[in-house]
């Protein structure tokens, strides 16, 4: 089948040669893949900074598809059925997935149990190939798979697997109390998103902090909010100060993670060289641009190494930081009820359909922000198939 | 003699697990507990199941058909696991090594950084072995770059062919003065 395969920092290709999935597991299912996005994470991998990430993996924890085998212990799904996957691979079973942690799930990867399992996501979260392919294993498809629902455009049903509950959850966890300052760091796909849910909960005022001109003016019109270049100004944190009154955000939302731009040794130890965790500068500013006491949201992805943040500040401003991977499984009642009720547009994020054959000028042209992109979407050409 | 060998079984084994034993004589206890106050509320819909600790019910073991690596910060592996690329050659001596430490050291994220950039030149000279000459311009995604920033590409490409003509010149001189 064909498949995006892994060769190294900066070279994926397309390759026709990859062995079908097989079921594994009494509770697995195959899906054949209708539409997989190229994550803003999934660039984290593609810049080789998340460890454990081997040549010859398929990448993707962003996709739909038809299912085309069960296992014998599968009982919520039949072949047929057109599902949304989150990213999330979850027994349902542990203590963590029993109270709706199931991003934190204990039975889906070995590797590492700071992390539970993810689709495509290197060997630190359980070595699983991913969606970018035509074919994918989806392990305790019991649990996380959920039937498209009856008129729900298949390009938001896509986006709801993780970018939409992300950004939404970067938001819930921010606390937001009615009439909050909310400032996101961020205008990437999920900051875009964290933007937009964070109206949903009250906030009185939405600012996005970033640096690519287009996505700020994307960010604006899409998230009906404020949006800065922070390379306009001297220094973000006293801009923000500033313009809040001079006590700081209610709220800050880290939506950048590792790739951070902004800080040139954090850049150099973060990213370059890498010897930290990633560049932290986005987190760095959040924790010094939010108020005291305030909430400090982070669902920008890090490394497993340390990272440079002013920890000092946290214990003396009384923040509260609030981090974990989206629980897809528990937002989607709430997100497809948005989304159906057109609260919520996801697909309007979509800037490029690109065939699956063209999987490495996909992950150039979002990785160099080329051609405007905002967020592209993987089709292989078996999605057609009837 | 103590046994400082295993001084953590000697402690475990006198812990009475029974929350009401333990806690049956403390005055007060439990009176302001409030489920809301709690950082995780309400992304965590809290039940008590995390003090059932590794007790569990469990879903069935997937096969292990294939080598996989597992932290030791877990008794074993997990019901089910990814069977992408098993580790292999040198970066997955590495990789077993690595897995050696727990997640909290630098000896267990380090050779595992080492271990995937050495991955990489075994993935070329895996492509070779099988007849196939990586299209390193394809995997760049480098056609993308010329269609969209035709004027920066080959700006980066004559600065980098000028950058090597450059060093080149200067280690082939060096070389000839001596």
Redesign the interface.
């Known amino acids: 089948m064909l498949a995006m395969n892994f060769r190294g920092p900066f070279r994926v290709r397309a390759d026709r040669n990859r062995p079908m999935p097989e079921i594994k597991h009494p509770q697995d299912a195959i899906v054949r893949v209708t539409r997989s996005c190229i994550c803003g994470s999934d660039l984290h991998l593609y810049h080789g900074l998340v460890p454990d990430t081997r040549v010859g993996m398929t990448f993707g924890h962003e996709f739909t598809g038809v299912v085309v085998e069960t296992g014998s212990a599968v009982t919520n799904l039949k072949t047929g059925d057109h599902v949304m996957v989150p990213f999330n691979i979850a027994c349902g079973m542990c203590p963590f997935c029993k109270q709706q942690l199931y991003g934190n799930c204990h039975e889906s990867n070995p590797e590492a149990t700071a992390v539970g399992g993810i689709f495509g996501y290197s060997h630190t979260a359980g070595g699983y190939d991913g969606g970018q392919a035509e074919y994918v294993r989806v392990p305790y498809a019991n649990v996380g798979p959920t039937i498209i629902p009856q008129g729900m455009d298949l390009d938001d049903a896509v986006l709801l697997t993780d970018v939409v509950p992300t950004g939404y959850q970067a938001a819930e966890m921010g606390g937001i109390q009615q009439g909050d300052t909310v400032v996101v760091f961020g205008a990437g796909p999920v900051g875009i998103m964290a933007a937009k849910c964070a109206w949903l909960f009250g906030a009185g005022r939405v600012i996005v902090i970033d640096h690519i001109d287009y996505r700020l003016e994307f960010v604006r019109q899409y998230a009906q909010c404020e949006a800065y270049n922070f390379k306009e100004m001297d220094d973000p944190v006293v801009f923000l100060k500033k313009t809040t009154g001079w006590l700081g955000a209610d709220v800050c939302i880290d939506a950048v993670g590792c790739d951070a731009a902004g800080n040139a040794f954090q850049s150099l130890v973060g990213r370059k060289l890498p010897l930290t965790g990633g560049s932290a500068t986005a987190l760095h500013w959040a924790i010094n641009s939010v108020k005291k006491g305030g909430i400090v949201s982070i669902v920008g992805v890090y490394g497993p190494l340390d990272a440079l943040v002013p920890i000092g500040n946290v214990v003396n401003k009384g923040i509260t930081i609030r981090a974990n991977q989206a629980s897809v499984k528990r937002l989607l009642p709430t997100l497809i009820d948005h989304v159906m009720s057109g609260r919520l547009n996801p697909k309007a994020i979509i800037s490029h359909r690109i065939p699956l054959e063209e999987v490495a000028e996909g992950y150039h042209i979002f990785s160099a922000k080329r051609d405007n992109c905002i967020k592209p979407v993987l089709i292989p050409s078996s999605a057609y198939a009837a | 003699m103590e046994n400082i060998a295993e001084p953590n079984k000697a402690i475990e084994a006198d812990i009475d697990r029974e929350i009401a034993n333990r806690t049956k004589d403390i005055p007060g206890w439990g009176i302001d507990a409030d489920i809301k106050n709690n950082?995780?509320y309400?992304?965590?819909?809290?039940?008590g199941?995390?003090?059932?600790?590794f007790n569990?019910?469990?879903?069935?073991q997937?096969?292990i058909d294939v080598e996989?690596?597992?932290?030791i910060?877990?008794p074993?592996?997990?019901?089910?696991?990814?069977?992408?690329?098993p580790?292999s050659g040198l970066?997955g001596m590495l990789?077993r090594y690595a897995?050696r430490y727990s997640?909290s050291t630098?000896a267990h994220?380090v050779p595992?950084?080492v271990?995937?950039?050495i991955?990489?030149i075994?993935?070329?000279v895996d492509?070779l072995k099988h007849g196939h000459i990586?299209?390193?311009f394809?995997?760049?995604?480098?056609?993308?770059?010329w269609k969209?920033?035709r004027q920066g590409f080959i700006k980066n490409v004559a600065v980098t062919v000028a950058v090597t003509a450059v060093v080149a010149t200067l280690l082939f001189r060096k070389k000839k003065s001596k």
């Open positions: 950082p995780t309400p992304m965590k819909h809290y039940n199941a995390d003090h059932e600790r569990y019910e469990k879903p069935p997937q096969p996989i690596l597992h932290s910060e877990r074993g592996v997990t019901r089910v696991f990814g069977t992408s690329t580790p970066s990789r897995f997640e630098y994220w595992l950084v271990a995937d950039r991955n990489v075994e993935g070329i492509d990586p299209n390193i394809a995997e760049k995604g480098w056609q993308a770059e969209y920033n």
